[in-house]
C-alpha cells in the first residue's frame, strides 16, 4: 500500500438540530382539588395547582391536561395562550 495515497472520502451527515428537537413532548398534569405547583405535574397524582405554572414549564407540542375543578384563574385566557403557544389542552379524569 502507497501511503501517499489519498485517505478514502466516506460520505456523511451532519446534524445541526437542537437538542430540544430530539425530545419526545410531554404530557403534563394539573389539578386544582390535589395538585401543587412544586410537583413535577406528570402524573395525576402529581398534578400542578395552576395552568400559569403548567405553562412556564410546557413546550410546543406538549400537552395540558387539565382535570375538572374550580380554577382561581380567567381559563378561557389561559387556555387560548396555550394553545397559541401549540401546546395542545386536554381534560384529564372526572369529577368525582
Request: net charge negative; with cysteine.
Given at each position: 500500500m502507497?501511503?501517499?495515497a489519498?485517505?478514502?472520502c466516506?460520505?456523511?451527515?451532519?446534524?445541526?438540530?437542537?437538542?430540544?428537537?430530539?425530545?419526545?413532548?410531554?404530557?403534563?398534569?394539573?389539578?386544582?382539588?390535589?395538585?401543587?405547583?412544586?410537583?413535577?405535574?406528570?402524573?395525576?397524582?402529581s398534578?400542578?395547582?395552576?395552568i400559569?405554572?403548567?405553562?412556564?414549564?410546557a413546550?410546543?407540542?406538549?400537552?395540558?391536561?387539565?382535570?375538572?375543578?374550580?380554577?382561581?384563574?380567567?381559563?378561557?385566557?389561559?387556555i387560548g395562550?396555550?394553545?397559541?403557544?401549540?401546546i395542545i389542552?386536554?381534560?384529564?379524569?372526572?369529577?368525582?
Amino acid at each position: 500500500m502507497n501511503s501517499s495515497a489519498p485517505a478514502a472520502c466516506l460520505p456523511f451527515r451532519l446534524d445541526l438540530r437542537l437538542a430540544s428537537d430530539d425530545v419526545d413532548a410531554m404530557a403534563l398534569y394539573v389539578s386544582p382539588k390535589t395538585g401543587s405547583d412544586t410537583n413535577d405535574g406528570r402524573t395525576l397524582a402529581s398534578a400542578f395547582k395552576t395552568i400559569q405554572h403548567a405553562m412556564h414549564v410546557a413546550q410546543s407540542g406538549d400537552t395540558l391536561a387539565i382535570a375538572p375543578g374550580i380554577y382561581d384563574q380567567d381559563l378561557d385566557k389561559r387556555i387560548g395562550a396555550a394553545r397559541a403557544a401549540g401546546i395542545i389542552v386536554t381534560v384529564a379524569g372526572s369529577e368525582s
